[in-house]
């Protein structure tokens, strides 16, 4: 694991522990990454309780309840599909805060079309769920890589910006 995805897990759980709230991840395509950078940062316990990583469609049906009709019509590489997986996620764990990633990290893009590097993100909060999708450049670790810190620095961003209520 690089420094700077060391560097935003400590960070992402100092926001957390501030708060007095807890995080779990639901990761397909960083296959985990998130959930190791937060396992590895100091005082991880007070913090992240449960890394869940849901490759397939069929994963994501049994484990975080996505349903078939997103999968089948929207595909596991879409908005709804990572706002389904935080609402799964938080559901399961009880958890105020989950991180979903879902994307294809290549080397081949979607059988839709959709190019490798497109990563969709969602963060289930206290109050809201937020989503975007970014697109990375470079090899299938690269993009990995870039993914995994994007998700931790913008969930640290939210929680900053928009602090929960306790």
């Known amino acids: 694991m690089n420094k700077a995805l060391q560097h935003a897990a400590q960070a992402l759980g100092e926001v957390l522990k501030a708060n007095g709230i807890k995080v779990v991840t639901a990761e397909s395509c960083t296959?985990?990454?998130?959930?190791?950078?937060?396992?590895?940062?100091?005082g991880s316990g007070e913090f992240f309780t449960t890394a869940l990583v849901t490759y397939t469609d069929t994963a994501?049906?049994?484990v975080l309840q996505v349903s078939e009709t997103t999968l089948r019509e929207e595909s596991a590489v879409s908005e709804a599909a990572v706002r389904e997986m935080v609402a799964g996620a938080k559901a399961l764990t009880g958890e105020a805060v989950s991180i979903a990633v879902s994307g294809y990290a290549g080397p081949d893009g979607g059988e839709d079309g959709t190019p490798a590097g497109t990563i969709w993100f969602a963060w289930g909060l206290p109050?809201?769920?937020?989503?975007?999708?970014?697109h990375f450049e470079g090899d299938s670790e690269t993009v990995i890589n870039d993914a995994a810190l994007f998700a931790l620095q913008h969930c640290t961003e939210l929680l900053s910006s928009n602090p929960p209520r306790r």
């Open 31 to 42: 296959a985990g990454l998130v959930g190791m950078s937060l396992g590895a940062a100091s």
């Open 60 to 62: 994501k049906h049994r």
């Open 127 to 134: 109050d809201k769920v937020v989503s975007l999708v970014r």
